[in-house]
């Protein structure tokens, strides 16, 4: 299938993860791809193989940067057509705080009532706060913005914003991760309307629990709970998001509107 002969895509966060296989998997569908990501040396690695790629630097917490990111796009590739704002980002400090809770409470479950309190709102920061959504948030805010008024021109183009199943049902001990999704979520319903008359789609994905290197890595004591409790019995891959992604972006997605995907193997069934 190369439903995306001809097409300039961007993707956020492209330089590794679930970003790293949507890129692959739009330039396998045709798709002259860029890579937008904070570190331009792992894009650069990720569209070395990738026929007409491209890697630019993009910090997407700051609308000036996904500005120049986004018009250096067209002016080395050509017009935008499909945007994917995917950049995300952990307060790894709070991780750090809540995991040692985490494998207590799971201790302490197995042999009676928890005891220990996560407290992963009580202690919180307000610069760990605005971390997170000004990556998830702000950054899916600044680049369909950015796509928006490039594609509005033309009257075409394609917004695929990521969210999650945290925004959905809230995620316990992330209370700033759930917030900024479900804040994408809100987003992407508001602007689809919008936009839908000018000829851009905006759609939204939002994954369950997806088994990438930063999931082993980082937050290895709750991907063990993850695992139980999603119906599927495994962590879903970064290329089934991407298929996901995919979809959104074709021709065969032309009547979702401001919709949300959700592969998540069954964790969550009403979204």
Not at 89 to 105: D, E, G, N
Not at 147 to 152: E, P, V
Request: aromatic share 4%; hydrophobic share 45%; charged share 20%.
């Amino acid at each position: 299938m190369m439903r995306f002969e001809g097409k300039v895509a961007a993707v956020t966060g492209g330089g590794s993860g679930i970003g790293a296989a949507i890129c692959r998997r739009l330039a396998e569908e045709g798709a002259t791809v860029a890579a937008l990501d904070l570190s331009v040396d792992t894009a650069q690695e990720i569209v070395a193989d990738l026929p007409g790629a491209a890697a630019i630097q993009v910090d997407v917490s700051n609308s000036d940067s996904v500005e120049e990111a986004v018009s250096k796009v067209e002016s080395e590739l050509g017009p935008l057509a499909i945007m994917v704002n995917n950049a995300g980002a952990l307060a790894m400090s709070h991780v750090a705080r809540i995991t040692p809770l985490i494998k207590q409470q799971q201790a302490e479950q197995a042999v009676g009532p928890i005891q220990t309190p996560l407290e992963a709102l009580a202690r919180l920061t307000d610069e760990e706060w605005r971390f997170v959504m000004s990556v998830h948030l702000d950054g899916t805010f600044y680049g369909t913005r950015a796509a928006a008024r490039r594609m509005a021109e033309r009257r075409a183009g394609v917004i695929v914003n990521m969210a999650s199943v945290c925004g959905i049902e809230g995620c316990t001990g992330h209370p700033h991760y759930s917030a900024a999704k479900a804040g994408v979520l809100g987003f992407t319903k508001a602007t689809a309307k919008e936009v839908i008359v000018q000829g851009i789609r905006v759609n939204a994905i939002a994954p369950g629990f997806i088994d990438t290197t930063r999931t082993k890595a980082q937050v290895g004591v709750a991907r063990e709970v993850n695992v139980v409790r999603t119906p599927a019995g495994r962590l879903g891959t970064p290329e089934e998001v991407a298929a996901a992604v995919a979809f959104l972006a074709s021709d065969d997605a032309a009547f979702f509107v401001g919709a949300t995907i959700s592969p998540n193997g069954g964790l969550v069934t009403a979204v």
